[in-house]
């Protein structure tokens, strides 16, 4: 074997080292971890006019049981007042039932309030509980996405590390200015720094020579470098 035949070598090599590291950088679980994030963020888009919405009515609430506990209050006082004997007159009785119905009247109100605002809160509730569950599960998938991933990329780190020390043996086979050559097209050519000329077609452009062309190739000393005239690759002949 020559040194251009283990050039090809490294070429097939280093292009086997380019498909790993593509597909490193383009498994599957990195668009499926934008997706989950993606997902996410509408998930929590959605509630978040929901969850101003509800913690408004909650303090709602909170206001009205406040103010429930102090008509309350007030209420016992005057049944304290209305029982403990201390009354002077039929007319302070009669002026503290008055005040005790309209406690009475005043709570029942408050509660009645309480009521509508839970049953505004009790749907809301139930589509905040429902988002949570969602996220629950969006967790979940992308705590097993990105084990998936490690998974995956470790797997073909094990093939780069193999792809890699093949590289070097080949390496160490070519003369060190020829390598230097290859590195210096393949870094501008696509990745691609040698190919076979078969018959007048070069395989790396893929395009045909002329014959006069493929007969000046042919004709240069064994030791001489031959490039293809299209895409300036080295050329195997
Ligand atoms: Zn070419």
Redesign the pocket.
């Known amino acids: 074997m020559n040194d251009l035949d283990r050039l090809l070598e490294l070429q097939a090599n280093d292009t086997a080292t380019d498909q790993l590291r593509h597909r490193r950088t383009t498994l599957p679980e990195r668009a499926a971890l934008v997706e989950l994030d993606r997902k996410e963020q509408q998930v929590r888009a959605e509630v978040a006019e929901p969850q101003i919405e509800r913690d408004g009515l909650a303090r709602d609430q909170k206001r009205l049981e406040d103010e429930i506990a102090t008509v309350e209050g007030k209420a016992v006082h005057v049944h304290k007042q209305l029982y403990d004997g201390s009354m002077t007159s039929p007319k302070e009785a009669q002026a503290l039932q008055a005040d005790l119905e309209s406690l009475k009247r005043r709570q029942a109100t408050l509660e009645d309030e309480v009521i509508e605002l839970m049953e505004k809160i009790e749907p809301l509730d139930e589509l905040l509980s429902g988002s949570k569950v969602a996220l629950t599960a969006i967790d979940a998938e992308r705590a097993a996405t990105i084990a998936s991933l490690a998974a995956a990329e470790a797997a073909v780190d094990q093939e780069l590390v193999a792809t890699l020390a093949a590289r070097q043996v080949l390496v160490d086979a070519v003369p060190a200015s020829l390598v230097a050559e290859y590195e210096r097209i393949r870094g501008g050519a696509g990745g691609i720094g040698v190919?076979r000329l078969q018959g007048a077609?070069?395989?790396?452009?893929?395009?045909s020579?002329a014959a006069a062309e493929v007969d000046v190739i042919k004709r240069l000393p064994a030791e001489d470098l031959a490039?293809?005239?299209?895409?300036?690759?080295l050329?195997v002949r």
């Open positions: 190919a077609t070069c395989l790396g452009c893929h395009i020579m490039y293809c005239p299209d895409c300036g690759r050329l």
